[in-house]
């Protein structure tokens, strides 16, 4: 078992930036490709960042991408999501999640992956 819990999200204004964060525990982070999700209030969820299990991979959203940047240390169990240049189309609660067979290409490719562990999410609203 991997339990997932963001942190950072808050309230920002157009351009503005945060940094959140995924912190994993039970299991070493190490062996798992890492998504980072969103969704907002009446929309579906939807694939925002993946990496791989050792950060020499990353995709992005088109919409996203040139923006936010993705990071991972697994010596502190952790995966980073730097959102920079923010926008109001940003506004969601963002989620972490990862499964010990998904790579990060997959969650790219993939229309609504479904990994077995789920953060509980953060909520990030930006406003304009």
């Known amino acids: 078992q991997v339990q997932l819990v963001e942190s950072g999200g808050g309230m920002v204004q157009a351009g503005g930036s945060l940094r959140l964060s995924c912190a994993a525990s039970g299991r070493t982070l190490s062996n798992y490709a890492v998504g980072w999700f969103r969704q907002a209030p009446g929309k579906e969820r939807e694939f925002v960042a993946a990496?791989?299990?050792?950060?020499?991979?990353?995709y992005y959203a088109d919409s996203v991408k040139g923006r936010f940047t993705i990071s991972r240390d697994n010596a502190k169990n952790t995966v980073w999501l730097e959102m920079n240049s923010l926008k109001p189309e940003d506004t969601a609660i963002y989620y972490c999640?990862?499964?010990?067979?998904?790579?990060?290409?997959?969650?790219?490719?993939?229309?609504?992956?479904?990994?077995?562990?789920w953060g509980q999410g953060t909520q990030v609203t930006v406003s304009s």
């Open positions: 999640a990862a499964d010990p067979f998904f790579s990060a290409r997959y969650y790219y490719t993939t229309a609504h992956p479904e990994p077995d562990y």
């Open positions: 990496i791989s299990y050792n950060g020499n991979s990353t």
